[in-house]
């Protein structure tokens, strides 16, 4: 499960950030906190893997915190939350190691994008095997480029299929699996990956159980990201 600690001095926003956390599932949200000292206190205390981190903090600005976390050598990732705009913030956000930064307002599906990817990075990078180059060029694809999803189809929703099936390119995926990793439910889940047979993006795998029913898997095709 992962951990995401949010620092934010709004208790509404910190309220909305906890309960889309909880929305997209197997994750423990702590905070909200506010300042420095208390993210180094609960960062000696516990695991944490990701922070949400807003700029308008009330000691001190959060850009200057994530400068200051990274000289004091905490490289735990962080995720940049904030109605702080400025061309000069976000660079400064990025040059000291921010993985998204998301302006305030956002909508959940933003946060759930954010998220979603951030799970994809720290399942790739959390891996007990070696990783691959084709591991780490998934965390900056765009998924299928120039496609038209056709009617009756959502593309949030086949991008989530697709970052499932990314999660490990060598796998063979069941529908089951990946119904039951969106909370969805097979049937969708089928009509999706029949698209994605017939714009061949996929390998499709047909094995027959004990009563001969068959059970299709897939996994993408290496060429999924080069249109």
């Known amino acids: 499960m992962i951990k995401v600690l949010i620092v934010e001095d709004d208790p509404m ?6 309960q889309y956390l909880d929305k997209i599932g197997n994750i423990k949200a702590l905070g909200p906190v506010t300042d420095e000292e208390e993210i180094i206190e609960i960062l000696e205390k516990e695991k944490i893997d990701l922070i949400l981190l807003d700029v308008f903090l009330p000691k001190k ?30 660079k400064k956000a990025f040059a000291y190691g921010t ?14 994008e954010s998220i979603n990817k951030y799970k994809l990075r720290y399942e790739i990078l959390n891996k007990e095997l070696d990783i691959k180059q084709g591991d780490i060029d998934s965390l900056y694809s765009k998924h299928i480029k120039g496609y038209d999803v056709p009617k009756g189809l959502n593309k949030l929703t086949l991008d989530k299929i697709i970052k499932i099936l990314e999660a490990d390119y060598n796998k ?6 990946i119904a039951f ?18 714009i061949d993006k996929i390998f499709v795998e047909t094995t027959y159980g004990n009563v001969g029913r068959p059970e299709f898997k897939y996994k993408l095709k290496n060429s999924i990201n080069k249109n």
């Not at 926003?13 to 906890?18: G, L, S």
């Not at 109605?83 to 976000?90: G, H, L, M, Q, V």
């Open 13 to 18: 926003v910190a309220f909305i950030n906890k």
């Open 61 to 90: 600005n959060g850009i200057e915190i994530l400068k200051s976390l990274r000289i004091k050598k905490y490289l735990v990732d962080v995720i940049i939350i904030s109605a702080a705009n400025s061309s000069d913030e976000i």
């Open 99 to 112: 993985v998204d930064y998301l302006i305030k307002p956002f909508n959940y599906e933003r946060f759930e």
């Open 172 to 177: 063979m995926w069941s529908v089951r699996e």
């Open 181 to 198: 990793n969106l909370n969805i439910s097979n049937v969708t889940v089928k009509k999706y990956m029949d698209y994605l047979e017939e």
